[in-house]
């Protein structure tokens, strides 16, 4: 009996640190992907967000297609009936959060963006109210006022504040807010359930679509005549792995942590981000940007205990899916070049 709970602690050990490798290697990707993505395009000479989304695309399609159809991973039975009315409208949104994201960090450093990000839960509160898939309460309301308070402090005390950066990044979280409700709306209510890489598989052409329209448009012909370019074949290659492989992350960690734990490290991930836009590009942050900041990440703490505790309260298989749900913000897939 006590060899065999000697061997029950030892594999829960074991599986707890697996567990726990797999939430710090999704931290240190995510930080990753965001950091080489701001040097991409702010320092290596190719100030390019759409042509690097869309090389991002490309990249992350060809893969899932592989994986797929090596049988590594099963694709859902899809209609092209479906596909039209759910996943292209959901591929137009993310193809927007990319470009406007990404273009954000040609204006703004990626401490700032970090802490405009903290908007989020409020964008998808106003949107999902608006589409019925939130439930409207003075609380939340009060809750998301201290979380826009605390981001107008941060902004408010930005020494490098672009009106151009913080127009681009908060339309990047209004498309991204959107997505998020579509992805409830059209997916999950048709019993739709995506992991990372048939995500991948589905929407990253879509989105490679709907990108290929303003790269033609828009920066073609400026790559074409800027002398000052500088293309890396290697580096892009580097940056789209990256971009794929903090997928396979979140892969990895579905199903295997609970959404408390994924906004712990979301939180840990946030904070990280901006003491490395400090040590590694000199962004400067000043205490009215951390103040306020601060208070926005307590209202957004608040904001996330109450969900899970409200959901928690709830039928117990109701709220298991609820629970994942949850983390869906952190363990969105497509977490490509943000």
Same mark, same amino acid.
């Given at each position: 009996?006590?060899?065999?709970?000697?061997?029950?602690?030892?594999?829960?050990?074991?599986?707890?640190?697996?567990?726990?490798?797999?939430?710090?290697?999704?931290?240190?990707?995510?930080?990753?992907?965001?950091?080489?993505?701001?040097?991409?395009?702010?320092?290596?000479?190719?100030?390019?967000?759409?042509?690097?989304?869309?090389?991002?695309?490309?990249?992350?399609?060809?893969?899932?297609?592989?994986?797929?159809?090596?049988?590594?991973?099963?694709?859902?039975?899809?209609?092209?009936?479906?596909?039209?009315?759910?996943?292209?409208?959901?591929?137009?949104?993310?193809?927007?959060?990319?470009?406007?994201?990404?273009?954000?960090?040609?204006?703004?450093? @990626?401490?700032?963006?970090?802490?405009?990000?903290?908007?989020?839960?409020?964008?998808?509160?106003?949107?999902?109210?608006?589409?019925?898939?939130?439930?409207?309460?003075?609380?939340?309301?009060?809750?998301?006022?201290?979380?826009?308070?605390?981001?107008?402090?941060?902004?408010?005390?930005?020494?490098?504040?672009?009106?151009?950066?913080?127009?681009?990044?908060?339309?990047?979280?209004?498309?991204?807010?959107?997505?998020?409700?579509?992805?409830?709306?059209?997916?999950?209510?048709?019993?739709?359930?995506?992991?990372?890489?048939?995500?991948?598989?589905?929407?990253?052409?879509?989105?490679?679509?709907?990108?290929?329209?303003?790269?033609?448009?828009?920066?073609?012909?400026?790559?074409?005549?800027?002398?000052?370019?500088?293309?890396?074949?290697?580096?892009?290659?580097?940056?789209?792995?990256?971009?794929?492989?903090?997928?396979?992350? @979140?892969?990895?960690?579905?199903?295997?942590?609970?959404?408390?734990?994924?906004?712990?490290?979301?939180?840990?991930?946030?904070?990280?981000?901006?003491?490395?836009?400090?040590?590694?590009?000199?962004?400067?942050?000043?205490?009215?940007?951390?103040?306020?900041?601060?208070?926005?990440?307590?209202?957004?703490?608040?904001?996330?205990?109450?969900?899970?505790?409200?959901?928690?309260?709830?039928?117990?298989?109701?709220?298991?899916?609820?629970?994942?749900?949850?983390?869906?913000?952190?363990?969105?897939?497509?977490?490509?070049?943000?």
């Amino acid at each position: 009996m006590a060899e065999d709970n000697k061997t029950k602690d030892g594999l829960m050990y074991k599986q707890v640190l697996v567990t726990y490798g797999y939430v710090a290697l999704w931290i240190f990707l995510s930080a990753t992907v965001i950091m080489y993505n701001k040097w991409v395009l702010s320092f290596s000479g190719f100030p390019y967000p759409v042509a690097l989304t869309l090389w991002h695309m490309f990249f992350c399609s060809a893969l899932a297609f592989g994986v797929v159809k090596m049988g590594y991973v099963e694709a859902i039975n899809m209609s092209s009936e479906t596909y039209l009315k759910a996943v292209v409208p959901i591929g137009a949104c993310y193809a927007g959060t990319l470009w406007l994201g990404n273009a954000a960090y040609l204006y703004l450093s @990626v401490s700032f963006i970090q802490m405009l990000k903290a908007l989020m839960p409020v964008a998808v509160f106003v949107v999902g109210c608006a589409f019925g898939t939130e439930k409207y309460s003075g609380g939340t309301l009060v809750n998301m006022m201290i979380v826009s308070l605390g981001v107008a402090i941060a902004s408010y005390g930005e020494l490098n504040f672009i009106v151009i950066g913080v127009v681009l990044q908060m339309c990047s979280i209004c498309t991204e807010s959107t997505r998020l409700v579509l992805v409830q709306i059209l997916l999950q209510r048709r019993g739709l359930k995506l992991n990372p890489i048939t995500t991948l598989y589905y929407i990253a052409p879509c989105c490679f679509g709907f990108l290929l329209l303003p790269f033609v448009m828009l920066e073609a012909p400026k790559i074409m005549n800027d002398p000052s370019v500088i293309i890396r074949p290697g580096v892009l290659l580097s940056n789209a792995a990256a971009a794929f492989a903090l997928n396979m992350a @979140v892969f990895l960690l579905i199903g295997k942590t609970s959404a408390l734990t994924m906004n712990i490290a979301g939180v840990v991930k946030d904070w990280m981000l901006i003491g490395l836009s400090v040590v590694m590009y000199a962004s400067p942050v000043t205490p009215l940007n951390l103040g306020g900041y601060f208070v926005a990440f307590l209202a957004v703490c608040l904001y996330n205990y109450r969900k899970l505790q409200s959901m928690k309260k709830g039928p117990p298989t109701a709220s298991k899916d609820a629970m994942q749900s949850a983390s869906d913000a952190e363990l969105r897939p497509l977490n490509i070049a943000k």
